[in-house]
C-alpha cells in the first residue's frame, strides 16, 4: 500500500514541471524569420486578469484596461494554440512579419466580443461552441493580415493605399471605407488578401473571400506582388508607430505609440488635427519614458468642447521622428 502511494506521488510529481510549462508564455521563430510570442489563455487569466465587484477587465502592459464579459455558468472555449502555431508555420509570405505577440483571451470583451489586432497583437476570443482548427487557421491568418498592414502600409501613406485601391477596384470611397460594412472595410479586404495569398489550406478552407462581389485575390494581376513588394519599401523599419483603437469610435478611442528603445529620454508630443490640419487637442508633451504608451482621446478639444462626426488624425513626434494615424469620429 505504502509502496503504491510512493508511486502515485512519484507520478504527480513528474507531471508538474509539464503542467506548469503548459500555461507559460511560448516563443517561436518561422521560417521566415518572424518571432512569434504566444500568451496562452490561463496564464492570461492568472498574470493580466483583473477583477472588482462588478468588472472583469484584462491589464496588459502597455494598453488600457479592457473589460471582459463577467464569468457566468457560459462555458467558453478558446482557440487551440497549437492550431495557432500551425497557422504560422503554414504561412507562405517569405518574409518576416516580427515581433507578434498572440493573446489568447480567457474571456469575451464586452464591447468587442470577435477576435481582432491591434499593434503588433493578436487577440483571439473565445466561442459558445468548440472552434475548428480551420476556423482557427483562418483567424490567425487574417489578424496577422491587419498587423502585416501596420507595419507596412499605414494609413499615413496615401500613395501605397491608392495603389492598392486601384488593383482592388475599390477606389469608390463612398461604397468601401471604414465605416462601411465590414465586407466593405478596406482593411478588411487587405487582411483577406494576405489570408488568401499567404495561408496555408486550412486557412484558405472555404477557397473565398468575406467580399463575394470582389475578384479573388489570385485573379487581381499584380496584387501578390504588390504584397511582396511591401517589406522592400519599408526598409529600415520606422522607429515610430502609432494607432489607435476603437477606430471608427464613439466617444473615446486609444492613441497608441509604439518606439523603439533608442528613442527613450527624448520628448514626446501627442497632437489631434482635424481634417483642415488645425490642432484640436494636444494630448500629451513630456518625456517618452518606456516604448509603449496609450493616450485616451475622448472627441473633445482643448476647451473641453465636444467636436463633431468627422475625420481626425493624431499626430506623434518623438525628437526628429514622427508618426500618425486616421481617427473616425461617431457622434
Not at 89 to 94: E, T, V
Not at 138 to 150: A, I, K
Not at 226 to 249: E, G, H, R, T
Not at 270 to 276: C, E, I, L, M, S
Request: proline fraction near 7%; charged fraction near 20%.
Amino acid at each position: 500500500m505504502t509502496r503504491s502511494i510512493l508511486i502515485l506521488a512519484l507520478t504527480l510529481l513528474s507531471a508538474l514541471p509539464l503542467m506548469a510549462e503548459s500555461v507559460l508564455p511560448v516563443e517561436r521563430e518561422f521560417a521566415s524569420g518572424s518571432r512569434v510570442q504566444i500568451y496562452p489563455a490561463d496564464y492570461v487569466r492568472d498574470h493580466f486578469l483583473r477583477q472588482t465587484a462588478d468588472m472583469s477587465f484584462l491589464q496588459l502592459p502597455g494598453s488600457p484596461p479592457m473589460e471582459l464579459v463577467l464569468p457566468s455558468e457560459t462555458v467558453f472555449f478558446d482557440h487551440d494554440p497549437e492550431e495557432a502555431i500551425d497557422a504560422l508555420q503554414s504561412l507562405s509570405y517569405p518574409r518576416p512579419v516580427d515581433r507578434i505577440e498572440i493573446i489568447f483571451l480567457p474571456l469575451p470583451l464586452r464591447e468587442h466580443s470577435h477576435s481582432f489586432a491591434r499593434g503588433n497583437r493578436i487577440f483571439l476570443a473565445p466561442a459558445e461552441v468548440e472552434i475548428p482548427e480551420e476556423i482557427t487557421h483562418m483567424t490567425v491568418v487574417h489578424e496577422l493580415g491587419h498587423l502585416f498592414q501596420y507595419a507596412k502600409m499605414s494609413d499615413m501613406n496615401t500613395s501605397l493605399w491608392s495603389q492598392y485601391r486601384q488593383l482592388r477596384r475599390i477606389s469608390n470611397e463612398d461604397i468601401y471605407h471604414d465605416s462601411a460594412i465590414h465586407a466593405n472595410r478596406p482593411h478588411e479586404i487587405f487582411a483577406e488578401d494576405f489570408r488568401y495569398l499567404f495561408g496555408g489550406d486550412l486557412a484558405n478552407y472555404s477557397g473565398t473571400i468575406e467580399n463575394h462581389d470582389l475578384s479573388l485575390p489570385d485573379e487581381v494581376f499584380g496584387l501578390r506582388e504588390f504584397f511582396l513588394s511591401l517589406s522592400d519599401k519599408i526598409v529600415p523599419a520606422s522607429l515610430l508607430q502609432a494607432s489607435c483603437f476603437p477606430n471608427p469610435f464613439n466617444p473615446r478611442t486609444t492613441v497608441k505609440v509604439d518606439a523603439e528603445v533608442d528613442l527613450i529620454g527624448e520628448t514626446l508630443t501627442v497632437r489631434v488635427f482635424d481634417a483642415q490640419g488645425r490642432q484640436v487637442r494636444e494630448l500629451y508633451r513630456g518625456t517618452l519614458f518606456t516604448q509603449s504608451l496609450s493616450f485616451q482621446w475622448d472627441g473633445r478639444d482643448n476647451g473641453n468642447r465636444p467636436l463633431p462626426s468627422g475625420v481626425y488624425f493624431s499626430r506623434i513626434r518623438v525628437g526628429d521622428h514622427r508618426a500618425g494615424s486616421k481617427m473616425i469620429l461617431l457622434q
